[in-house]
Antibody, heavy 120, light 107 residues
Framework: EVQLVESGGGLVKPGGSLRLSCAASGFTFSSYSMNWVRQAPGKGLEWVSSITPGSNYIYYGDSVKGRFASSRDNAKNSLYLQMNSLRAEDTAVYYC?????????????WGQGTLVTVSS | ETVLTQSPATLSVSPGERVTLSCRASQSVSSDLAWYQQNPGQPPRLLIYRASTRATGVPIRFSGSGSGTEFTLTIISLQSEDFVVYYCQQYNNWPYTFGQGTRLEIK
């Protein structure tokens, strides 16, 4: 069974940093692109980042480019999101999601998410 | 950035009816369009990809169509569990983007 479990969320002050983790199991993690998608409270979805299996290509949404860094450790079946210079508008539930092998760019499995709150 | 506009924002329909949700792209995304369903407090669930292909386990009452800039998601014979929020997403060009969502509510 595919499982994705995010952790590392919490309350952080504006300008602060946080590192999210996503532990994957039930599939060959090293063969899949992985993604971060976020959702502000009561709002819609926003694609944050995508990273290819070998970390050769990493993409970021415009609102986080230069502040967030996505990485992965295939030996540990883990995905990470380093978030720096956090702003109030980064407050959201952050989801880790697996790329759909039938149509890359879509996501077929999601974690339950971890809440990041940026507030003084 | 490709902007996706979903309409309407909220749709009031009765169980058992058929409904069509719309998603319009600000530029062509070919057939690189997906639909997701989201229950409250839950992550999204992939319904449709490549504009018209149902994801694994998705009931046949869900169907997608369209290409270029105009897309629709049709749900026939609405069930009680279908009254949630639906998002379209394009993956033709980076950054990938979502529409703002359409909420189905019981009339």
């Amino acid at each position: 069974e595919v499982q994705l479990v995010e952790s590392g969320g919490g309350l952080v002050k504006p300008g602060g940093s946080l590192r999210l983790s996503c532990a994957a199991s039930g599939f060959t993690f090293s063969s899949y692109s992985m993604n971060w998608v976020r959702q502000a409270p009561g709002k819609g979805l926003e694609w944050v980042s995508s990273i290819t299996p070998g970390s050769n290509y990493i993409y970021y949404g415009d609102s986080v480019k230069g502040r967030f860094a996505s990485s992965r450790d295939n030996a540990k079946n883990s995905l990470y999101l380093q978030m720096n210079s956090l702003r109030a508008e980064d407050t959201a539930v952050y989801y880790c999601a697996r790329d759909n092998p039938s149509s890359t760019g879509t996501t077929d499995y999601w974690g339950q998410g971890t809440l990041v709150t940026v507030s003084s | 950035e490709t902007v996706l506009t979903q309409s309407p924002a909220t749709l009031s329909v009765s169980p058992g009816e058929r409904v069509t949700l719309s998603c319009r792209a600000s530029q062509s995304v070919s057939s690189d369009l997906a639909w997701y369903q989201q229950n409250p407090g839950q992550p999204p669930r992939l319904l449709i990809y490549r504009a018209s292909t149902r994801a694994t386990g998705v009931p046949i009452r869900f169907s997608g169509s369209g290409s270029g800039t105009e897309f629709t998601l049709t749900i026939i014979s609405l069930q009680s569990e279908d009254f949630v929020v639906y998002y379209c997403q394009q993956y033709n060009n980076w950054p990938y983007t979502f529409g703002q969502g359409t909420r189905l509510e019981i009339k």
